[in-house]
Antibody, heavy 120, light 105 residues
Framework: EVQLVQSGAEVKKPGESLKISCKGS????????IGWVRQMPGKGLEWMGI????????RYSPSFQGQVTISADKSISTAYLQWSSLKASDTAMYYC?????????????WGQGTMVTVSS | SYELTQPPSVSVSPGQTASITCSGDKLGDKYACWYQQKPGQSPVLVIY???KRPSGIPERFSGSNSGNTATLTISGTQAMDEADYYC????????FGGGTKLTVL
């Protein structure tokens, strides 16, 4: 079964760092882009960026450039999203999703989401 | 930056046809896709490449894209189709529409 499994919920304080993960299985992890999507409470989907684990080519949404870092470790089929200094406004659900080139632009498989709560 | 605009809400009676629009400049020149998201769940791809259905998506879901508007159509809408729907396209970056809450009443 093709799936993306994300790390568990996190509760952090402002200023702390955080790295969440997304592990792919059931397919060739290095052959598909992995994107990250933010969903703030009660709000819509926002694209953050995307990485190609095969060569770590990474692209960021202008809205998130410099705010987060996307990386991948192909040896363990895992993509990451990290913050160096969290803010309360980073409180949101974060999804990873696989981009299938065969769908010409769509994300066909989604992780279950990681809820990040930032509160003092 | 490129923007996609969706109506915040659409209502439909059970068994009727629901249409959800997504507007963007020359959207018809790009490929549009649609996601369904139910409360507390991850998004699910229901239409890609304007009009194709992934495996497992019911035939009542269909899509079109022309000019400045992509449309998701749900024929014979069922109560289980009540959800938020998001359109998405690629410009220089990935772009999502703001989402439409479909109410089946």
């Amino acid at each position: 079964e093709v799936q993306l499994v994300q790390s568990g919920a996190e509760v952090k304080k402002p200023g702390e760092s955080l790295k969440i993960s997304c592990k792919g299985s059931g397919y060739s992890f290095t052959s598909y882009w992995i994107g990250w999507v933010r969903q703030m409470p009660g709000k819509g989907l926002e694209w953050m960026g995307i990485i190609y684990p095969g060569d770590s080519d990474t692209r960021y949404s202008p809205s998130f450039q410099g705010q987060v870092t996307i990386s991948a470790d192909k040896s363990i089929s895992t993509a990451y999203l990290q913050w160096s200094s969290l803010k309360a406004s980073d409180t949101a659900m974060y999804y990873c999703a696989r981009h299938d080139p065969g769908t010409l632009g769509a994300f066909d498989i989604w992780g279950q989401g990681t809820m990040v709560t930032v509160s003092s | 930056s490129y923007e996609l605009t969706q109506p915040p809400s659409v209502s439909v009676s059970p068994g009727q046809t629901a249409s959800i629009t997504c507007s963007g400049d020359k959207l018809g020149d790009k490929y549009a896709c649609w996601y369904q998201q139910k409360p507390g769940q991850s998004p699910v791809l229901v239409i890609y490449q304007d009009s194709k259905r992934p495996s497992g998506i019911p035939e009542r879901f269909s899509g079109s894209n022309s000019g400045n508007t992509a449309t998701l159509t749900i024929s014979g809408t069922q109560a289980m189709d009540e959800a938020d729907y998001y359109c998405q396209a690629w410009d220089t970056d990935v772009v999502f529409g703001g989402g439409t809450k479909l109410t089946v009443l």
